[in-house]
C-alpha cells in the first residue's frame, strides 16, 4: 500500500481515471501542436542541410568557423561567470557577516546597499558597469580582459553579492542559537565563532539556493549582448547567425549549449549534497553540531 500524502487526499478509482483522461487530452492536444509547429517549419524550410550543415555536418565549410566562435563564446561566457561568481560570493559573505556583527544603527548602511542593489534590474547594473564607468573615466581596458568584460563582472557582482548576503545570513538565521552559545562557551570569539562554527553550517544549509544563483549569475552573462560588443557565447550566436541566416538553428544550439552547461552546474550540487548525506553533515540536524560545540564547555563545567 502506498503511503497517505499530508499535502492531499488520495484519490479514488473514479479521480484517477478523470485524470488518466485528462492527462491523455492534454498530451494528444500538445502532440497537434508540435506536429502543426513542426509542419510549418518543414513548409519554410527549417529542417535543410543548408540551415543546419554548418552547425551539425564537419563537411560543410562553415562548420569549423562557427564551432571556433561558439567555442570563443563558451570560454568567454566561463571566464566572466567565474570571476563574478567568486567576487559575489566573497563579498556577499562579507556583507552578510558584517550585517550580523554591527549593531541596529550601524547596519543600516548595508541595509540600504542591499536593498538598492537587489531592487535594480540586472541589465541597468551591466549597462552601468560597462558604459557609465567607462564615462566618467574609470579605465580598466589595461586589465587582463579588457574594459567590457570587467563592466560586466561589476554588474554581475552588485547584484549578485547581495543576493548571496542575504542567502548566506538566511543560513545563519536558520541555525539554532544553541549553535552560536556552544561555541562560545568553549573560548571562542564572535569572529572565530561565525567563521569556524556557523558559516560553514550556512553553506551546507543553503548550498542548494547557492548553486541556483550560480546558475543565473552564468545565464545573465548573456545580458551584456545588449549593451555592448563582447564575445560571450550570446553575442557569438547573433554573429553566427546574421552571418548564416539561420537564427532558429543557431539559437537552438545556443540554448542546448546553456542547458548542459546550467544541468552540469545542477548535477555538481546534487553530487556535493550526496557526498554530505553520506558523512552525516546534512542528515543530521543542527543541533546534533551544537552539541558537539557544546561539549567541552559541559565537560569544563562539571569538573
Not at 565549410?61 to 566562435?69: G, N, S, T, Y
Not at 541555525?175 to 570569539?189: F, I, M, V
Not at 572565530?192 to 545573465?220: E, G, H, N, Y
Amino acid at each position: 500500500m502506498s503511503e497517505p500524502s499530508v499535502l492531499y487526499d488520495a484519490q479514488g478509482p473514479r479521480a484517477r481515471r478523470r485524470t488518466l483522461i485528462g492527462t491523455v487530452v492534454a498530451l494528444l492536444l500538445l502532440a497537434g501542436l508540435v506536429f502543426l509547429a513542426v509542419r510549418r517549419l518543414v513548409d519554410r524550410g527549417q529542417f535543410t542541410m543548408e540551415k543546419w550543415g554548418p552547425l551539425i555536418d564537419p563537411d560543410n565549410e562553415a562548420f569549423d568557423a562557427v564551432w571556433r566562435l561558439l567555442r570563443e563564446g563558451v570560454v568567454n561566457t566561463l571566464k566572466a561567470a567565474a570571476v563574478a561568481m567568486v567576487l559575489s560570493i566573497v563579498l556577499g559573505t562579507v556583507i552578510a557577516v558584517a550585517r550580523l556583527s554591527l549593531g541596529r544603527v550601524a547596519r543600516i548602511p548595508l541595509i540600504g546597499l542591499v536593498e538598492l542593489f537587489r531592487g535594480l534590474p540586472v541589465v541597468v547594473l551591466v549597462y552601468f558597469g560597462v558604459r557609465v564607468i567607462d564615462d566618467v573615466g574609470i579605465d580598466l581596458s589595461g586589465w587582463p580582459g579588457g574594459q567590457v568584460f570587467w563592466g560586466l563582472v561589476f554588474g554581475l557582482t552588485a547584484y549578485n553579492m547581495v543576493v548571496f548576503a542575504e542567502v548566506i545570513r538566511a543560513g545563519v538565521a536558520s541555525l539554532p542559537r544553541g549553535q552560536r552559545e556552544g561555541a562560545l562557551a568553549t573560548g571562542l570569539t564572535d569572529g572565530q565563532t561565525m567563521r569556524i562554527v556557523l558559516l560553514p553550517q550556512a553553506f551546507r544549509v543553503m548550498l542548494p539556493a547557492i548553486i541556483s544563483q550560480l546558475v543565473v549569475v552564468l545565464k545573465d552573462t548573456s545580458l551584456v549582448t545588449f549593451v555592448a560588443n563582447y564575445d560571450e557565447l550570446l553575442s557569438q550566436g547573433d554573429t553566427i547567425q546574421r552571418n548564416l541566416d539561420n537564427p532558429i538553428q543557431t539559437y537552438f544550439v545556443v540554448a542546448l549549449i546553456y542547458i548542459a552547461i546550467n544541468y552540469t552546474l545542477g548535477r555538481l550540487a546534487q553530487y556535493i549534497q550526496k557526498r554530505q548525506a553520506r558523512s552525516g553533515r546534512v542528515s543530521r540536524p543542527a543541533a546534533a553540531t551544537a552539541a558537539k560545540a557544546a561539549g567541552p564547555a559541559q565537560v569544563g563545567g562539571g569538573a
